[in-house]
């Protein structure tokens, strides 16, 4: 027994909360991954993607070259697509036609957010639903609701294999999301919800039209917090044992040579001690996306055969 004494109102707490590193879990994924390159390199067949960046938002940049050092160590084809701010819609959705019939791309990655006056959905659907290895096209969204996945978004499906890694019970439990994207809230939902290996979760939505997440968290058995607001979630606003997957990287300015650092959607000191587990920002969930990326690319090569 201890005392957590990081929360306003002192908790008497008796948890070791265990931390969830994505590397590992990241680490045994690679290893799988690597073995079916080498089967297919000897059918002549090397996965390769197809980054398109679209202006200098400095995440991006660095989302993009991380994913191209991942990809080439592993003897898979990654380039990289630089298009200046002021590029036209026209000129993005040329070359999205051109990439969806180069025999040399298996994936295709449109990095978000795209300028604003580019319209992200047209531009997105242009894109081969075959290549889609961010499983964003309506169709791969659809085929993800209706219980048969083709690609399943890669920080979603990274959080899963989480959840499977460390052997956390999802079936039967409750799970609360905060944050409703597209990206990650939305088909995260369609993960735990459904009748998967991993998944036949309760599984309640939290967002900006909820008046007091609290209210939710303090019942859930999981929280996955993708609302991409630091420090959202505190240690009085959950219950003793919870699993949290925190997904929100935040930069946050300091006084440091780099001017920020990063940090989660839950205030990771005060859930010391109260929940069970948690993955850490960054080191988390961060390094499990470009795994999964990986993986879709690979199972789009193979789709190709
Ligand atoms: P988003 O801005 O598109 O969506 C955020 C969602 O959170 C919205 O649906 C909104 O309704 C909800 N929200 C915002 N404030 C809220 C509040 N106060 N209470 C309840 N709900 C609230 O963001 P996103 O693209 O889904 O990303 C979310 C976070 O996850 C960001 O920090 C982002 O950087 C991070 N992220 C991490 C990875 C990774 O690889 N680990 C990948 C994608 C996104």
Redesign the pocket.
């Known amino acids: 027994m201890k005392w957590n004494q990081r929360n306003s109102d002192l908790l008497m707490v008796s948890v070791e909360t265990q931390i969830l590193k994505g590397k590992p879990v990241a680490d045994a994924i690679k290893a799988k991954l690597s073995h079916e390159v080498e089967v297919l390199a000897t059918q002549n067949i090397i996965p390769g993607l197809a980054a398109i960046l679209v202006g200098d938002d400095p995440a991006s940049q660095v989302y993009v070259r991380s994913k191209q050092k991942v990809f080439e160590k592993i003897n898979c084809y990654s380039e990289t697509f630089r298009l200046s701010a002021e590029t036209t819609e026209a000129k993005l959705l040329e070359l999205i036609s051109s990439l969806n019939v180069n025999p040399k791309f298996h994936g295709i990655l449109l990095q978000l957010p795209l300028p604003s006056y580019i319209d992200s959905q047209k531009v997105l659907l242009a894109i081969s639903p075959e290549k889609d290895v961010d499983g964003f096209h309506p169709i791969n969204v659809g085929y993800l609701l209706s219980g048969e996945p083709h690609f399943i978004p890669c ?1 979603p499906n990274g959080v899963m294999k989480i959840l499977k890694h460390y052997d956390i019970p999802v079936s039967g439990k409750h799970t609360v999301i ?4 597209n ?3 939305k088909p995260m939902f369609a993960l735990l919800v459904q009748k998967f290996e991993k998944g036949n979760a309760t599984v309640t939505i ?3 039209g ?1 008046p007091d ?1 609290k209210v939710h968290t303090k019942q859930a058995d999981i929280i996955i917090a ?4 630091p420090n ?1 979630i505190t240690g009085d606003m959950i219950s003793e044992g919870v699993d949290i997957i925190d ?4 930069r946050v300015n300091d006084d440091s040579e780099r001017g920020y650092h990063l940090t989660g ?1 839950v205030n990771f000191d005060s859930v010391l001690g109260i929940a069970n587990s948690i993955t850490p920002v960054p080191g988390g ?2 390094p ?2 470009i795994t999964m990326l990986l993986s879709n690319t690979i199972q789009s090569a193979k789709n190709f055969i």
């Open positions: 920080t905060v944050g409703r994207s990206i990650v809230g939290c967002h900006t909820t997440i993708a609302a991409g607001i959202l997904v929100g990287i935040n959607d969930v961060g499990m996306t």
